[in-house]
């Protein structure tokens, strides 16, 4: 009889066939996988292609520059205040309540300078405005009104 103790080996994990095989789960992943594009955020945005407005002869043209001053029909309003800017749209329309009111702003002119235009509008008691654009060629167009 033998009374020896065994040794006991020490079971060994080769690891390579292993990796072997989580290599090719892996490229049978890539190869299979359709890669897709997220479409929740997809927006269209608005383009300025219309065509350059008519001259009206019930119309003013308003125009804002960057620094936030303001231009009623070439003449320029002293001051940068809202009621001065109605006091000169009233007295540019001549009283006029149907007269369209163009507001034409810089690129760089700030959002609070076109809501004085429109502010200053309706205290004059215009209430037809539309907001000029630059057209794809160059030219100015009309890109919309509010009635």
């Keep these: 009889m033998n009374f020896r103790p065994r040794r006991s ?12 095989v989580l290599l090719v ?21 608005p383009t300025a292609n219309a065509n350059v407005a008519k001259q009206r002869p ?5 125009v804002v520059t960057a620094d936030g001053r303001y231009m009623v029909n070439r003449q320029l309003v002293q001051g940068r205040s809202v009621e001065l800017l ?4 009233q007295q540019a329309s001549g009283g006029q309540k149907d007269t369209i009111v163009i507001v034409t702003a810089d690129a760089s002119a700030t959002h609070q ?6 502010d200053a509008a309706r205290r004059a008691g215009l ?13 100015e167009a009309a890109a919309g009104t509010a009635p």
Excluded: C
């Design 113 to 118: 300078s076109v809501i004085n235009v429109m």
């Design 58 to 62: 019930k119309e003013l043209v308003v």
């Design 25 to 45: 789960i892996l490229i049978f992943l890539m190869l299979t996988t359709t890669y897709s594009r997220f479409t929740e955020l997809k927006i269209n945005l």
């Design 127 to 139: 209430t037809q405005l539309t907001f000029a654009a630059q057209g794809q060629a160059g030219g």
């Design 9 to 20: 080996e020490e079971p060994e994990i080769n690891l390579i066939p292993f990796i072997d």
């Design 86 to 89: 109605a006091a000169g749209l």
